[in-house]
């Protein structure tokens, strides 16, 4: 699985101002919502009560957030650069300043689980994070996130 199989360049954002992890809940909803179509309210209730069974912040700056939706037609991903971190609870209580949501339909199952996976491992990159912290804008940023060659490393 590709991430421009899941990401669009509309789905990316280079510098996005919020100060508490609810405003970049509340935020990506809403730009989620205007990709798929899905009120953005049934979006962040559906990002809220993911995160109260354990956060998405994995570490390292970096985070998560995702979740399943009826009537979704098929996975949607959003990549959101925050123009200064934030706290998001994070498992390494580090601020969170790269943020990947992803959305899946609800009976996406194993094909949510891979998303998940291929997210994880392009962002448990260091060098690629490093990139993503210093690109230009929302181009540098997609072609990035979907460059063939960073990203086939093993986990």
């Known amino acids: 699985m590709d991430l421009s199989d899941l990401l669009s360049p509309q789905a990316v954002v ?3 101002k919020v100060s508490t992890k609810k405003q970049l809940l509340q935020e990506l909803a ?6 798929c179509g899905l009120p ?15 956060t998405t912040g994995v570490g390292k700056g970096i985070a998560i957030p ?7 037609p098929k996975i949607h991903g959003l990549f959101v650069r925050l123009s200064e971190p934030i706290d998001f ?17 609800e009976g996406a199952g194993a094909d949510h689980l891979k998303a998940l996976a ?5 962002l448990r990159n260091q060098t690629t ?21 960073s990203t086939t490393q093993a986990a």
């Open 30 to 35: 809403t730009r989620a919502s205007a990709l």
């Open 129 to 149: 994070c490093e990139k993503l912290r210093t690109a230009e804008d929302r181009a540098a940023l997609y072609a990035l996130l979907t460059e063939k060659n």
């Open 66 to 72: 995702h979740g399943k939706l009826a009537g979704l």
């Open 14 to 16: 280079a510098q996005l």
């Open 89 to 105: 609870d994070s498992i390494d209580d580090q601020p969170v300043d790269l943020v990947f949501l992803l959305l899946a339909p």
């Open 40 to 54: 953005d309210r049934l979006i962040f209730e559906t990002l809220l009560e993911r995160e109260r069974l354990g």
């Open 118 to 122: 291929r997210v994880s491992r392009l």
